[in-house]
């Protein structure tokens, strides 16, 4: 157990729709990242935060944002959903974000756009 | 931009055997290396880093050796078990504009048969 949490597991919508997924990451980590992992991208990262602040940005579509909260959790946003956004969506938190330090991944989101 | 090549799986073994996964990346600063590890339903886990030039990271009897001569950072294993069924991630994390950008391959499946 990695002590990032992610919710829910599974998310089934429609194309169109808008989704929210959430991630509280571990006690004393300030800094969290989203990733979007499918077959064919691999592993691509989104977004982080530190702190509440965007700190980096990655291969992040318009349609999608993100923010973190006082309480340091995080949630993704995506919106106007099409087949294409059909992945896993895993959030990870490290102490600082820096350039050394370990991300401590959550399990995962699967999100299936029919 | 910042990028990592690992070799295409999956790679399949014998229990026993030796493992060399390779990965070579391009980087545009001086990162730190990593690899991670995912096993079947969840999220990827460090396996183990490296932030200087010929650091050796090593954990759980696998290790990789950064050869900034040769911008390689490949993984090995003398003797692998069943249990090290997983796929494995090399990743960077590079400096960018104030912020460390991370970085990941497209992932290599070990399968270790007994």
């Known amino acids: 157990d990695s002590g990032v949490t992610q919710t829910p597991k599974h998310l089934i919508t429609a194309t169109g729709q808008r989704v929210t997924l959430r991630c509280s990451p571990r006690?004393?980590?300030?800094?969290v990242y989203w990733y979007q992992q499918s077959l064919d991208q691999g592993l691509q990262f989104l977004i982080q935060?530190?702190?509440?602040?965007?700190?980096a940005k990655g291969n992040i579509l318009e349609r999608f944002s993100a923010q973190q909260f006082p309480d340091l959790h995080s949630e993704l946003n995506l919106s106007s959903l099409e087949l294409g956004d059909s992945a896993l969506y895993f959030c990870?938190?490290?102490?600082?974000?820096?350039?050394?330090?370990?991300?401590?991944f959550g399990p995962g989101t699967r999100l299936t756009v029919l | 931009g910042d990028s990592v090549t690992q070799m295409e799986g999956p790679v399949t073994l014998s229990e026993e055997a030796c493992l060399t996964i390779?990965?070579?990346?391009?980087?545009?600063?001086?990162?730190?290396l990593f690899w991670y590890v995912q096993y079947p339903g969840e999220g990827l886990q460090l396996l183990l880093k490296?932030?200087?030039?010929?650091d050796k990271g090593s954990n759980k009897g696998f290790e990789a050796t950064y050869r900034k001569e040769t911008t390689s950072f490949h993984l090995e294993k003398g003797s692998v078990q069943v249990s090290d069924s997983a796929v494995y991630f090399c990743?960077?994390?590079?400096?960018?504009?104030?912020?460390?950008?991370?970085?990941f391959g497209r992932g290599t499946s070990l399968i270790v048969h007994p």
């Open positions: 990870a938190s490290s102490v600082a974000g820096t350039k050394n330090n370990e991300q401590f």
């Open positions: 006690s004393g980590d300030l800094s």
């Open positions: 935060y530190y702190n509440g602040e965007e700190r």
């Open positions: 390779n990965c070579t990346y391009t980087a545009t600063g001086y990162p730190s």
């Open positions: 490296a932030t200087k030039a010929d």
């Open positions: 990743a960077l994390s590079d400096a960018s504009g104030g912020s460390y950008i991370p970085t």
